[in-house]
Each structure stands twice: as C-alpha cells, then as structure tokens.
C-alpha cells in the first residue's frame, strides 16, 4: 500500500503572530480515514459491527462520539464518517460488516485540518454558512458544509476547537483562505496534531 501523506505536508505558509498566536491552524493525520454506509434495511446490523469494530456506539446524526484515537461521526441516518490512529481499521471494518453495507477508504482522498483558539468560532463564521455559535453548534456536534466554497465535513471538537475534513484537492486553498481570514488577529502554522 503507498504511504499516506497528507495533503498539506510541505506547506509552506507564513506565520503571522507576535508571540503565542490567538489561533492555530495545523493538519491532522489520521492513520485510518473510512466512510460507512449501511445497505437498507442493514441499519441496524451496521451499527452494531461498528461498535464491534470501534467500541463506540454510533451517535445520533449530526453527532460524533470518541477521541484522536478513534472518533465515529454520524452524518445521517446509516452513514458515518471514522478517523483512526489504527492503519488497520478499513480492514477490520470491511471484515466486520461484510455485505451489510459500504466501507470507503477516504485516507487518500481527504485531509484533515484542525483549528484551536478562542478566536476559531468567529473566523470560521466568516466562511461557514452555520451558526457555530455554541449555544447552536457545540462541542460533539458535526455538520456537512461549505467553508468558503469548498465542501466540508466539520466537526466541533470543543468552546475552541474544530476538525475540517475537505477533499484532499481543496487541502491547500482551504489552509490559504484560513490563514488570510485569520491574519488580522494572529495565527500559526503548526506542523501537525
């Protein structure tokens, strides 16, 4: 199997803060980046080998549930989005669901960013066409959406925290949109999560 590499490694862009920056922007690289759709009427059979293979109970739509080390958003009914530190876990989820339903590797196909600062929810505001207020939009919540006309998965990891998933083509110009939108109040570049 080629090496994954993320979209943004090698990004050179500038740095734009004086002394510890307000916001920062970084890539996250997931061992495992997987889609799962459920074949009607395999719903339930689906959840239940995802919680075999994640030990996470699929969330509501519109919610996520877990950590860096293994995170399952629902994104709609009998589908769902999974980040892994696991290399392994398209296999596992493949063998455990069988015929039940889809699993697409996405590892190749999407990159991950992550933006953390009190600042994050009003610069993303300024591209997103949500409320991300956290009244409206809290922590645990995940929305398909567009940032800056670019399609996104993006999930609110917490009051100052939120992971955008976008196609691996977009990584770039969404890392250039966000470092523009985030120059008046400071940011930095970091290397990864």
Same mark, same amino acid.
């Given at each position: 199997?080629?090496?994954?590499?993320?979209?943004?490694?090698?990004?050179?862009?500038?740095?734009?803060?004086?002394?510890? #920056?307000? %916001?920062?922007?970084?890539?996250?690289?997931?061992?495992?980046?997987?889609?799962?759709?459920?074949?009607?009427?395999?719903?339930?059979?689906?959840?239940?080998?995802?919680?075999?293979?994640?030990?996470?109970?699929?969330?509501?739509?519109?919610?996520?549930?877990?950590?860096?080390?293994?995170?399952?958003?629902?994104?709609?009914?009998?589908?769902?989005?999974?980040?892994?530190?696991?290399?392994?876990?398209?296999?596992?989820?493949?063998?455990?669901?069988?015929?039940?339903?889809?699993?697409?590797?996405?590892?190749?196909?999407?990159?991950? %960013?992550?933006?953390?600062?009190?600042?994050?929810?009003?610069?993303?505001?300024?591209?997103?066409?949500?409320?991300?207020?956290?009244?409206?939009?809290?922590?645990?919540?995940?929305?398909?959406?567009?940032?800056?006309?670019?399609? %996104?998965?993006?999930?609110?990891?917490?009051?100052?925290?939120?992971?955008?998933? %976008?196609?691996?083509?977009? #990584?770039?110009?969404?890392?250039?949109?966000?470092?523009?939108?985030?120059?008046?109040?400071?940011?930095?570049?970091?290397?990864?999560?």
């Amino acid at each position: 199997m080629p090496e994954r590499r993320s979209a943004l490694s090698g990004y050179r862009g500038a740095t734009a803060a004086d002394g510890p #920056a307000p %916001v920062a922007i970084a890539a996250a690289t997931p061992a495992a980046l997987a889609m799962v759709t459920a074949f009607p009427p395999s719903e339930r059979s689906v959840r239940t080998a995802l919680k075999t293979a994640t030990s996470l109970a699929v969330p509501k739509a519109g919610r996520f549930a877990g950590d860096d080390d293994m995170l399952l958003a629902a994104l709609s009914p009998g589908r769902c989005l999974l980040l892994s530190a696991s290399p392994d876990l398209v296999s596992a989820l493949r063998a455990a669901i069988g015929d039940k339903g889809a699993v697409t590797d996405l590892g190749h196909a999407r990159a991950v %960013v992550r933006i953390t600062g009190e600042p994050a929810e009003r610069l993303l505001m300024t591209g997103v066409m949500l409320d991300l207020s956290d009244s409206a939009f809290p922590a645990g919540l995940v929305a398909e959406t567009v940032v800056h006309h670019m399609d %996104v998965t993006l999930l609110r990891r917490g009051a100052a925290a939120f992971d955008i998933v %976008v196609f691996r083509g977009f #990584a770039v110009s969404l890392l250039e949109w966000l470092t523009d939108a985030a120059a008046p109040i400071g940011f930095e570049v970091r290397t990864g999560v």
